[in-house]
């Protein structure tokens, strides 16, 4: 499976300053994509989202790239590792800097390795899966509202514009530990896989998403389109966007 990636951050039409990060690596046969959505006060989220990113990425790639016996970590392993790494930077930045503690940030995060793309997450930055047949969240958000739609206890329109929308249950970097969902998704050729803070969630609905990316041109347009969509409609948060284009080398 080939990739082609493109990655699109906005400060959005509200805040002061851009506390999301993103990033994304194309290789031979390993590719990476990356959304972190800070938080902390002053200017800490900026700093958690960037340290996260760079120390996952860092430290997943490079493990990665380490000659191999046949007897390596499984991606799940790796993936876990890098988080854990990534935990540790953040939350020990935050103690180390008093004007940073208590800082942190989500992490949403693709692996693709062959045909398979190894998604892992923290928090309520999301991963979508485009398929000509229509579009899937495969994460779950670990966030207040999120926990209350799953119990039943308000429906998918209240959910939408609930108030306390924003309160997240799991974050990267506030505690000592953090245990992310990582899910395995089997790709199919011509598929496309979005990474997103809630900046673009917030703004869009799935069904919005999918008209956007569906109508046709390289995928940075398709991204592009994404974010400028939030900015028309006012994006009160911060809009990153991550789209992964997967297709069999034969089709290129």
């Known amino acids: 499976m080939q990739v082609a990636a493109w990655k699109k951050t906005d400060v959005g039409c509200v805040r002061a300053h851009n506390e999301d990060a993103c990033f994304t690596c ?23 989202s960037q340290l996260a990113i760079d120390s996952f990425a860092q430290t ?5 790239s380490e000659p191999s016996d046949g007897r390596g970590n499984p991606p799940e392993e790796q993936l876990r590792y890098a988080l854990e790494r990534s935990n540790q930077s953040v939350y020990c930045y935050g103690w180390e800097h008093p004007e940073c503690r208590g800082m942190g940030t989500t992490l949403v995060a693709a ?11 923290v928090g309520d930055s999301r991963a979508y899966a ?12 670990h966030s207040l509202v999120a926990e209350m739609l799953r119990a039943g206890r308000i429906t998918p329109e209240q959910a939408r514009n ?9 974050a990267l970097g506030t505690e000592r530990q953090v245990t992310g969902d990582l ?10 896989l979005l990474l997103c803070s809630d900046g ?17 041109g390289p995928i940075k347009e398709g991204c592009q389109r994404l974010v400028d969509e939030a900015l028309r ?20």
């Open 200 to 216: 673009l969630t917030n703004e869009l609905t799935d069904g919005e998403i999918f008209e956007l990316v569906q109508q046709g």
């Open 60 to 64: 997943l790639l490079q493990a990665l």
């Open 183 to 192: 899910f395995i998704h089997e790709l199919q050729s011509g598929e496309r």
């Open 111 to 121: 692996l693709v390795l062959g045909s398979s793309a190894y998604i892992l997450n």
């Open 26 to 48: 194309v290789g031979d046969g390993v590719s990476l994509g990356v959304v972190c959505d800070g938080m902390g006060g002053a200017n800490a989220g900026e700093v958690a």
């Open 162 to 170: 609930h108030p306390r929308k924003n309160i997240i249950t799991r």
């Open 130 to 141: 485009l398929r000509d047949c229509g579009i899937r969240q495969i994460t779950q958000d």
């Open 233 to 252: 409609r006012g994006a009160r948060d911060n809009v990153t966007a991550v789209l992964m284009d997967l297709r069999d080398g034969a089709e290129r």
